[in-house]
């Protein structure tokens, strides 16, 4: 499986992004998608995560801010970010979840940046 992050970017506080993780390779394999994010010197957090039955979950810091959704054609996943804060600086990844295997399969990481 391969994922490929975009979307990330420089944005004033209270703006907005969204971020894109395209999938490739074995999807059927994939039962879930999540988005996770690093701050430097931290370990990942997970932001949000669908299934493929479009079942969505979020972390504390993306309720009521944050949106998941997903494309089954495009086999892509999106993270609309609104009223970003500067604490929502970080880099970015999505992942992939397989039964038996965990989030074993991550994209390359996208750069959010917000400034105050």
């Known amino acids: 499986v391969q994922l490929q992050a975009s979307g990330g970017g420089l944005v004033q506080a209270g703006g907005s992004l969204r971020l894109s993780c395209a999938a490739s390779?074995?999807?059927?394999?994939?039962?879930?998608i999540g988005w996770y994010r690093q701050h430097p010197g931290t370990q990942r957090a997970l932001v949000a995560s669908i299934s493929n039955d479009g079942t969505a979950a979020y972390g504390d810091s993306a309720k009521g801010r944050f949106t998941i959704s997903r494309d089954n054609a495009r086999n892509t996943v999106y993270l609309q970010t609104n009223s970003l804060k500067p604490e929502d600086t970080a880099v970015y990844y999505c992942?992939?979840?397989?039964?038996?295997?965990?989030?074993?399969?991550w994209g390359q990481g996208t750069q959010v940046t917000v400034s105050s």
């Open positions: 992942a992939a979840y397989r039964p038996g295997w965990g989030w074993d399969s």
């Open positions: 390779g074995r999807t059927f394999s994939i039962t879930s």
